[in-house]
């Protein structure tokens, strides 16, 4: 999110941020995102339910008319009438090349498995969880020596590239 924002005020991506949402009160982009008076929205789903914090979502799209929802760190499936009614317009980023390593834990997965490259995917979200048309893939390779950490920290840098890049790429 913050790559993202970042390249909006750069000028490489021809886009504004509307609104920062999440469902975690304590989510760490969040104080960000407030510093730089971007405006930020508690989703209710702990309190109200997923139907109640979708309502909102929309609600909060609609109201500020935004064309594009991009995930970014968003850890909760959304609805099949939620994202059927956004159909195209909802992007999300994984890290794994999709279809392998779907789901919470892919990096790990990826590193326990002992596969030799792993990724990231933006795709397009649909009403299965992390599938959907793909946008854009880039891999990163495992190394010998790598840790858990050292392979975490090369794919978030690959993640801060190749989502506004694939932002760039679909709204142009």
Known sequence: MIAIADNCRAGLLDAEISFVA???PDAPGLSWARGMKI???ILPYSSQGRESAEKWLDDLLDNTGTDWLALAGFMRILSPEFVAKRKGRVINI?????????????????YDHGVKITGVTVHFVDELVDHGKIIAQEPVRILPDDTIEDLEE?????????FSRALMEIMS
């Open 22 to 24: 999440s469902d975690r």
């Open 39 to 41: 405006p930020v929205r």
């Open 94 to 110: 994984h890290p794994s090349l999709l279809p392998s390593f779907p789901g919470r834990n892919s990096i790990r997965e990826a």
């Open 154 to 162: 090369r794919i978030h840098m690959t993640e801060h590239v190749l």
